[in-house]
């Protein structure tokens, strides 16, 4: 069987467990929050009514991608794009290409983020597999000007930071369905977790604060990882609807 990502590939590592995700997934709501196409992500109305249910939604359709088989994958992508030209339809406009490339470039850039703060280092090869596979996702998506290596992508990213975020009322509304769907609490670790995963470009738009006093609690986990108490703490973490969720994520990583 021919998968879409290569079964002993890195990126397969990343996306199968779920500590991985949750930073990806915190990552990417502080990117959609101050994207300047962040109109398009309120247009059905779907992002503010369920702002992490949508978040879980992107992550389960990259989930599917990387560990389908290649045509069951190529349909998920296809999916994808008929479903973003249905809004465009229903819109009467046509998503910037640029605003798709963006999408295309956080997941990249968290993946990689996320498992270095997490896991280890990666090397090179390892980041041009990340990028390869996304990009890869992006050409069946007939996306326009994507860079042809990793290095030519670290400059089209950066690029993608200066000219398209903005902290806007769209941003204010977004933090407050957040605030709103976790609590308190788990408000102040989603900001956390994204003050530790995030861009420094995306930093400096947001007001997370500058003391990451999460770290330490990492640090902890970490060796909770070590005697297999981790799940403990993160549960105790998560609002109780997503708990599920995220066994799920876990239990697809044990079974590929």
Known sequence: MEYFVAEDSIVRKIWGKADNI??????????????????????TGRLPA???????STVAY????????????????D??????????????????DWAYR??????????????????RPLTDMEKAQVFAVFKRVGTRMQL????????AYLHARNEHLQQNLVNSALTADLYKQYRKHLGPVRYQILKQA?????????????????VPWLL??????????????EKFLRDGLLPVAYKSQIKNLDHLYIQS
Request: aromatic share 12%; charged share 20%.
């Open 50 to 56: 369920d702002p992490l249910g949508r978040l879980f």
């Open 216 to 229: 330490p609690v990492l640090w902890v986990y970490k060796l909770f990882r070590l005697i297999r108490l």
């Open 144 to 151: 326009h000007d994507l860079p042809a290596s990793y290095t």
């Open 102 to 119: 963006d999408v295309l470039f956080l997941l990249i850039d968290l993946s990689v983020r996320s498992y270095e703060l997490l896991e």
């Open 22 to 43: 949750l930073f990806i997934f915190a990552g990417a709501g502080a990117e959609f929050a101050l994207n300047k196409a962040a109109d398009w992500l309120y247009f």
């Open 79 to 96: 999916k994808i794009t008929a479903i973003h030209k249905g809004v465009e339809a229903s819109r009467g406009m046509q998503i910037p």
């Open 62 to 77: 990259s989930r599917q991608i990387i560990f389908s088989e290649r045509e069951a994958a190529l349909q998920s992508i």
């Open 194 to 210: 994204q003050l530790l995963v995030i861009s420094p470009l995306v930093r400096k738009h947001l007001s997370l604060g500058r």
